[in-house]
């Protein structure tokens, strides 16, 4: 690659615009190009300008761009935002016996039913959006890369003597006819430092120069956004973010996912508290509207186990209660970094009372009744004087396969079907009799003599958990916390200089501001105050009111 050799001796890499050395615009006449130098990069050689020839330059080309970058960031800001408008399929109680599609087109409708379709509801898992991410890393730290490294080489090693053609395509500049000796470089000197400049004088030029940390605000936000997104990524790798759903019915005690069995959770109560007309007058207009039915708050009693032996597929394991713990909404039961939040909860069928009876006596006395425990049915429940009722048949969550046969779901009894034989003294033999949701209903052509007639249902409430664990909370917060302070750092401080020139009869000042022009202005105007020196004008303002 051919390097660029300034009028003034330097030699510059090929694809600078201004001489590392002078300044002067290389490639251009400084005697007739009057637009102001372009100042973003200090004019320097940038990888992706200069090298364009094999494929690994053009990816590079691509990735540094920034119309790319913001692109990336838009495409990815969008799907985020779609993917936020409805819950996450993680983060949502599904009803027993709902499918996840089911349970999005009941509660969304067909918007529902395409955000579920489109793979929206598990959108921060899904291959496409990690990709995405992927790219907005891998560009934002090739856009760094290109610009950072040879802005920094060029700034840590300016030149105080720049060339005139330099000075006066600078945005602020002017021109004093003054005789040298009236000028004092070491008033000019004090004057900037009392406004914080740094200065250097070198051949009777001065340089000073203030805030520059300011431009690596923006790489310092970009590290802050590299090292959040990694912090996402890794939470991708298991053990590291666990976020799990949990359901507990009342009673049980179940092992917590993501803890490879080494810690149970038993649900001893759970308590639903509903506001009333007594607590607070506020809700009186919405109690009445939701008929009086409002949920004040919901609590799970619940006791965090862990087990002390060793773990044994269908071995009941050896507990050890660690702690008794209230779950509220806002009150998570936290543990070797995990935390349990309380989601919401569903009351679910636990029992059903029948009563034997025969069909020409069926509003008198029962001959005895039954309770079916939905979880653990019995297989024979026997009434005396030689009345016994059989569970021929029991499914819990009763569906039709694809070849139209009966089958389960779940061992939740969600939808339960029950296949009764009723044994008398007149019908040993038995006659049946199901259950289904829909009633008791007796098979076609059948002529019982004897019935079940239904008489109650228990519920069991159904706590609903969320299991979280996430070890890059840490890195995240301090890639956010980096990110926030480029912002600052690029927002706040300015990197302002100022070169000045004396010549035998002729003063040339210049400057130059990555923002906030008008304070640049205000600020020359006190340096320069009581001089005999020609302030510096902003030569695209001015000229435009000209």
């Given at each position: 690659m051919d390097r660029v050799k300034c009028v003034c001796g330097h030699v510059n890499p090929h694809g600078t615009n201004l001489c590392e050395a002078c300044g002067r615009s290389l490639g251009h006449n400084e005697k007739t190009n009057n637009k102001l130098v372009d100042m973003r990069y200090e004019g320097v050689a940038r990888r992706s300008i200069i090298h364009k020839k094999s494929f690994i330059d053009k990816v590079w080309t691509i990735f540094s761009s920034v119309k790319f970058a913001i692109c990336l960031l838009f495409i990815t800001l969008v799907a985020s935002a779609i993917g936020s408008l409805l819950p996450q399929e993680k983060n949502t109680v599904i009803p027993f016996g709902t499918t996840v599609e089911q349970f999005f087109e009941a509660e969304y409708g067909v918007f529902g039913s395409i955000f579920y379709m489109l793979g929206f509801h598990k959108l921060y898992g899904t291959w496409w959006y990690i990709t995405l991410v992927f790219l907005v890393a891998a560009s934002l730290i090739i856009c760094s890369l290109d610009r950072f490294v040879?802005?920094?080489?060029?700034?840590?090693?300016?030149?105080?003597?720049?060339?005139?053609?330099?000075?006066?395509?600078?945005?602020?500049?002017?021109?004093?006819?003054?005789?040298?000796?009236?000028?004092?470089?070491?008033?000019?000197?004090?004057?900037?430092?009392?406004?914080?400049?740094?200065?250097?004088?070198?051949?009777?030029?001065?340089?000073?120069?203030?805030?520059?940390?300011?431009?690596?605000?923006?790489?310092?936000?970009?590290?802050?956004?590299?090292?959040?997104?990694?912090?996402?990524?890794?939470?991708?790798?298991?053990?590291?973010?666990?976020?799990?759903?949990?359901?507990?019915?009342?009673?049980?005690?179940?092992?917590?996912?993501?803890?490879?069995?080494?810690?149970?959770?038993?649900?001893?109560?759970?308590?639903?508290?509903?506001?009333?007309?007594?607590?607070?007058?506020?809700?009186?207009?919405?109690?009445?509207?939701?008929?009086?039915?409002?949920?004040?708050?919901?609590?799970?009693?619940?006791?965090?186990?862990?087990?002390?032996?060793?773990t044994i597929a269908g071995a009941t394991p050896e507990l050890e209660e660690i702690t008794e713990y209230d779950v509220m909404m806002n009150k998570p039961l936290k543990f070797d970094g995990y935390a349990i939040y309380q989601m919401g909860y569903d009351a679910q069928f636990s029992d059903i009372t029948f009563a034997l009876q025969k069909k020409e006596n069926s509003y008198g006395k029962p001959i005895g009744t039954i309770t079916v425990d939905l979880m653990n049915p019995e297989r024979t429940y026997d009434l005396g004087d030689g009345y016994v009722v059989v569970i021929e048949e029991y499914l819990p969550d009763f569906s039709l396969d694809e070849d139209e046969q009966p089958t389960s779901l779940s061992a939740n009894p969600n939808n339960p079907f029950i296949l009764f034989k009723m044994i008398t003294p007149e019908s040993p033999d038995g006659e049946t009799i199901y259950f289904t949701m829909l009633g008791l209903l007796e098979p076609n052509n059948s002529q019982n003599n004897y019935a079940l007639n239904y008489v109650q249902e228990g519920y069991d409430y159904i706590t609903y958990l969320l299991v979280k664990k996430d070890l890059m909370l840490p890195v995240l917060f301090v890639g956010g916390t980096i990110f926030i302070i480029g912002v600052m750092i690029g927002s706040f401080w300015y990197h302002r200089r100022v070169w000045i020139a004396v010549k035998e009869d002729e003063v040339l000042i210049a400057s130059h501001t990555n923002k906030n022009y008008f304070g640049l202005r205000r600020e020359l105007e006190k340096v320069l105050e009581e001089l005999p020196l020609t302030i510096p004008e902003d030569q695209l303002v001015d000229n435009k009111k000209k």
């Open positions: 040879p802005l920094y080489r060029a700034l840590k090693k300016q030149r105080v003597e720049r060339s005139n053609g330099f000075m006066k395509r600078q945005r602020f500049f002017s021109s004093t006819k003054i005789a040298s000796s009236k000028v004092n470089m070491t008033e000019l000197e004090q004057r900037l430092k009392k406004h914080h400049y740094n200065v250097r004088i070198e051949n009777q030029s001065l340089l000073a120069e203030k805030g520059r940390f300011s431009r690596w605000g923006p790489y310092i936000n970009h590290i802050g956004l590299i090292i959040f997104i990694a912090g996402c990524m890794l939470r991708l790798v298991p053990g590291i973010h666990i976020e799990e759903s949990l359901a507990v019915r009342e009673g049980d005690t179940v092992v917590i996912p993501g803890t490879d069995g080494a810690y149970y959770f038993k649900n001893n109560e759970f308590i639903v508290e509903m506001y009333d007309e007594e607590d607070n007058k506020a809700f009186a207009s919405a109690l009445e509207k939701n008929n009086g039915s409002i949920i004040k708050s919901y609590t799970t009693h619940g006791v965090l186990y862990k087990s002390v032996s060793e």
